[in-house]
């Protein structure tokens, strides 16, 4: 793999991952003040707008061609059920659970690099791949929590977490592949704004009130600000670089979700999360060397 796309790679994998990371933290800090379903579809809204913001302003739409429209709309209907899956998990699952098994998606990204686009990968850096891989699944659950959990109580909730898993692994896949042929901007666009319009269709069909949350509108203006970046520093990685090094590192936002959490709500982690920040680092000193 050429220096000049490995750090490339990285970069953008990398700005992604914090990006994401604080907005995994913001998001749970919300989520306590509203509900989830409403948060995300307002940030759906909000990093619509912000991006068709800057399209107008400073970027010429590519001629896309028309079966795309197609692919763009499923891959909507992806994010959306995929979220809502997640969702579905938690609420009938364990969240010990569901969030590793779901946090394994880069898998699919990855394999999709390696597969689809034929990009190379060495016996060294498939390891650091995978060390980062293994360390988001061991970072994404406290162990104790897990230990309590029954099998009868755990089971439920898996299909939805693979579910999941399938889900976000095509949507972010498919953004990386898209991204080379169409460029790494419209494409995140249109499916911000197919995911809105079916967000916002599925809850008017449940009745669900969707009025704008007024007392979290500056952390959700912030929130939908950084996600804009996260999304959009995904993808300029994955136009230009190989999506089975990017995936991987935006996939590992948890890390920093952790470490701000030790930071600035003085949480304590377990074992196995030291276990998996250490597998983070050492996967991406493995890619950096």
């Known amino acids: 793999m050429p220096f000049s796309i490995i750090y490339f790679s990285m970069l953008f994998g990398g700005l992604s991952m914090l990006s994401y990371g604080i907005v995994d933290y913001m998001g749970a800090l919300l989520a306590r003040k509203e509900s989830v379903v409403k948060i995300t579809l307002w940030y759906f809204i909000i990093t619509s707008i912000i ?12 001629i896309i061609p028309l079966y795309y429209v197609v692919v763009f ?12 899956s997640f969702l579905k998990g938690l609420q009938v699952g364990s969240i010990s659970v569901i969030t590793p098994i779901a946090s394994a998606y880069p898998i699919i990204i990855v394999f999709a690099g390696v597969v689809l686009l034929r ?26 929590d897990l230990m309590k959990i029954r099998v009868k109580q755990a089971m439920p ?6 579910i999941t898993l399938v889900g976000w692994g095509v949507l972010y896949a498919s953004v990386g ?5 169409l460029g790494w901007f419209y494409p995140i666009l249109i499916i911000s704004v197919g995911s809105a319009i079916v967000l916002f269709l599925y809850l008017s ?8 949350p007024n007392q979290i509108k500056s952390p959700l203006f912030l929130y939908g600000i950084i996600g804009t970046a996260a999304f959009l520093f995904y993808s300029i990685g994955t136009s230009r670089g190989d999506i089975a090094v990017v995936g991987p ?29 250490a597998c983070i680092i050492l996967g991406i000193l493995i890619l950096a060397a």
């Open 51 to 62: 991006m068709a913001a800057i399209g107008l302003a400073f970027i010429t739409p590519p």
């Open 73 to 84: 709309a499923m891959l909507s209907l992806i994010s959306v059920f995929a979220f809502l």
């Open 119 to 144: 990009e190379m990968i060495t016996i060294l850096f498939g390891a650091g791949i995978a060390l980062i891989v293994l360390g988001t699944i061991l970072a994404s659950f406290k162990i104790k």
């Open 157 to 162: 909730g898996v299909k939805y977490a693979l």
């Open 177 to 181: 592949i898209i991204s080379k042929i």
């Open 205 to 212: 069909i449940k009745r669900v009130k969707m009025t704008f």
């Open 249 to 277: 590192l935006a996939g590992a936002a948890p890390l920093i979700a952790i470490i701000l959490a030790m930071t600035l709500k003085r949480e304590r982690i377990e074992l196995n999360q030291a276990i998996g920040i």
